[in-house]
């Protein structure tokens, strides 16, 4: 029981954290931030191997992208990008984990998630309220810079919580 509550206490920490850097990060690109709530969900589908604590991570996160959103109308396909992206990236992982160095694997975990979690969101936007401008601008411009900075992100933040733990001598997340 202390084990689950010590995990669900971490991932929630993880979750606030990218969110509060979420709201703080100026915008990059057209007015759009790199998703600092994604680099630390990727943080948590790396440190935890069971389905309904990165699921339930993922609704968590969706839900807050919904409620900080600054894209006009970006409630809804905030909170389906994220089950999309948790789901799809929990099963890419699995046959992968301990079998590729954790560094690869943030790199591609990060990387491939953004781009799916910002290709999802804008397609879910053009279905529900429509874009700005053309998809594939959107795409180029927004979601591939942001996939570098995630990647970027992901690491440093990966790497610097793994030492954490490591001083902290936890044993489990």
Known sequence: MIMKLKKVIINSLFLAIGTVLAQVIPPVFFGMKPGTGLVMLFIIIMLNDDYKTCLTAGLVLGLLAAGTTSFPGGQIPNFIDKIITVNVLFFLLKPLRNRLNN???????????????????????????GLPTKFNILLFTVVLPACVINTVLSSILYNAINAAIKRADIKEI
């Open 103 to 129: 560094q690869i694997t943030i790199v591609l975990t990060s990387a491939l998630g953004t781009a799916i979690s910002g290709t999802s969101f804008l397609f879910l936007a053009l279905m529900t309220v």
